[in-house]
């Protein structure tokens, strides 16, 4: 662990009461290699995510966050642009027409230092705890670089952080880490063309069915930013996309 801000926001200021608060536990720690750099694929439950899966690893990790936490004006802007980049996280504008070069940049940035790079395949929240389909940004990273990519499943986390809440509340939050997954063996073993299309899709679909496993929420073929798209136009959910009664 190379950061102090880190080290100090994770033991001291806002670790400790976490612990309390919301009781996290922490289930498969030891897929998380002591050393050596890899791919932490996560489903998105909340904003707090980021926060309670930090806090339960080991090692230091580095998620790209929202160009948006960057560049907001203001006192609040700039106090959440210093907490941001003190955490050690790292601006990505999702929106822009190289967003997936960004991506590969700035994650082999942290994997070529050999740390642990955090992504939610997902790319927004889920609106409502199912696991969706996951964009295919973590699976090009993962066979451009070779690294390992590890599930990461949140489980109670949108119960203590839902969207649109500042203040947690006091729900248990529990973390299922899977196996670690080789991209290339994964790539080999179904016969697919390294860097293509077709094995990025593969690659980040299996990594979705395990955190829907790992999680016991049911799986959603839509992506999650669509999903809200059609909630906040007031039109619903699309036609096959509504949770079970």
Same mark, same amino acid.
């Given at each position: 662990?190379?950061?102090?801000?880190?080290?100090?926001?994770?033991?001291?200021?806002?670790?400790?009461?976490?612990?309390?608060?919301? =009781?996290?536990?922490?289930?498969?720690?030891?897929?998380?290699?002591?050393?050596?750099?890899?791919?932490?694929?996560?489903?998105?439950?909340?904003?707090?995510?980021?926060?309670?899966?930090?806090?339960?690893?080991?090692?230091?990790?580095?998620?790209?966050?929202?160009?948006?936490?960057?560049?907001?004006?203001?006192?609040?802007?700039?106090?959440?642009?210093?907490?941001?980049?003190?955490?050690?996280?790292?601006?990505?504008? =999702?929106?822009?027409?190289?967003?997936?070069?960004?991506?590969?940049?700035?994650?082999?940035?942290?994997?070529?230092? &050999?740390?642990?790079?955090?992504?939610?395949?997902?790319?927004?929240?889920?609106?409502?705890?199912?696991?969706?389909?996951?964009?295919?940004?973590?699976?090009?990273?993962?066979?451009?670089?070779?690294?390992?990519?590890?599930?990461?499943?949140?489980?109670?986390?949108?119960?203590?952080?839902?969207?649109?809440?500042?203040?947690? =509340?006091?729900?248990?939050?529990?973390?299922?880490?899977?196996?670690?997954?080789?991209?290339?063996?994964?790539?080999?073993?179904?016969?697919?063309?390294? &860097?293509?299309?077709?094995?990025? =899709?593969?690659?980040?679909?299996?990594?979705?069915?395990?955190?829907?496993?790992?999680?016991?929420?049911?799986?959603?073929?839509?992506?999650?930013?669509?999903?809200?798209?059609?909630?906040?136009?007031?039109?619903?959910?699309?036609?096959?996309?509504?949770?079970?009664?």
């Amino acid at each position: 662990m190379n950061n102090n801000w880190y080290r100090f926001f994770k033991y001291v200021l806002i670790g400790p009461f976490l612990r309390v608060y919301n =009781r996290p536990e922490i289930e498969g720690k030891e897929n998380i290699p002591a050393e050596g750099a890899a791919i932490c694929a996560s489903n998105h439950q909340a904003v707090m995510d980021s926060f309670y899966f930090p806090l339960l690893c080991p090692r230091q990790l580095t998620f790209p966050a929202k160009a948006e936490y960057f560049t907001s004006p203001g006192i609040s802007g700039r106090m959440q642009k210093w907490f941001f980049t003190s955490a050690g996280q790292i601006p990505l504008d =999702r929106t822009a027409d190289n967003a997936m070069d960004s991506l590969m940049n700035t994650a082999k940035a942290v994997l070529d230092r &050999g740390d642990l790079f955090g992504i939610y395949p997902e790319g927004s929240r889920s609106p409502d705890g199912r696991i969706y389909k996951g964009k295919t940004g973590m699976a090009y990273v993962a066979m451009e670089t070779g690294k390992p990519v590890i599930p990461v499943a949140m489980i109670g986390s949108r119960d203590a952080n839902p969207i649109g809440s500042w203040v947690p =509340r006091p729900a248990k939050v529990r973390i299922k880490i899977g196996s670690p997954i080789d991209p290339i063996a994964f790539i080999k073993e179904h016969g697919l063309e390294l &860097g293509s299309h077709e094995a990025a =899709r593969q690659l980040t679909d299996h990594v979705m069915f395990i955190l829907a496993d790992l999680t016991g929420q049911p799986y959603v073929d839509a992506y999650a930013k669509d999903i809200k798209n059609s909630l906040e136009a007031g039109k619903g959910y699309p036609e096959g996309t509504a949770p079970s009664l």
